[in-house]
């Protein structure tokens, strides 16, 4: 079963946002989910709120019997990409311009009581 597969490094997410005009656009590599808003705060907690709903179905509603691919499914490769190319922009300093941003999520854990319905 995929919870006896979590380690503590698949309990943090790697995301990365961008402003595109005036739309915030935030993306998560680990589970090839997007989310958008007028603000980077409202963006990300779109993004909180979709993993929410995302790992619940996987782990405890009607898609747990796909729960393994579900939760194993990365970002296509130029996203993944995006991500270590903000990465390293970061480190050198050069996307510390603020519309530019990259981010950790939690891995949203199912509520024990939902994991026994």
């Known amino acids: 079963m995929a919870n006896d597969k979590i380690r503590a490094k698949n309990l943090v997410l790697r995301c990365y946002a961008n402003k595109e005009g005036d739309q915030w656009q935030v993306f998560c590599i680990d589970l090839c989910l997007a989310a958008q808003g007028d603000s980077f705060p409202e963006a990300r907690n779109k993004l909180g709120n979709m993993l929410t709903e995302y790992v619940y179905d996987a782990l405890a509603g009607?898609?747990?019997?796909?729960?393994?691919?579900l939760l194993n499914r990365k970002a296509p490769f130029n996203q993944i990409a995006t991500y270590?190319?903000?990465?390293?922009?970061?480190?050198i300093g050069i996307f510390r311009d603020g519309i530019h941003r990259l981010f950790k999520q939690q891995m949203p854990l199912v509520p024990l009581a939902h994991a026994h319905e």
């Open 62 to 69: 009607e898609d747990r019997e796909f729960a393994d691919q």
């Open 84 to 91: 270590h190319w903000y990465k390293c922009m970061h480190r």
